[in-house]
């Protein structure tokens, strides 16, 4: 391999095209941006509570009381 070509080895390829996949996902930006949503729940959630609700338990009751409203604002966002 030539001196310019080191950094085209198949390993850094492969996580050049993943990271640039990642940004320019759409549906990967809105599962990062849900995820987080669920991880500011999840830690409301367990400061009312005293203790870590754990990710599932957040997830759940993210889904039942938030999801719809926090899509459909964000959906209203874009527009």
Not at 23 to 29: E, I, V
Not at 42 to 56: A, C
């Amino acid at each position: 391999m030539s001196k310019d070509n080191k950094d085209m080895s198949p390993t850094n390829t492969s996580a050049s095209s993943s990271s640039d996949f990642a940004q320019r996902s759409t549906l990967y930006q809105e599962f990062l941006a849900e995820r987080d949503e669920i991880l500011r729940h999840k830690w409301i959630e367990s400061e009312k509570k005293g203790k870590d609700i754990g990710f599932e338990r957040a997830l759940l009751d993210w889904i039942r009381k938030h999801r719809e409203n926090w899509r459909s604002t964000r959906a209203a966002g874009k527009k």
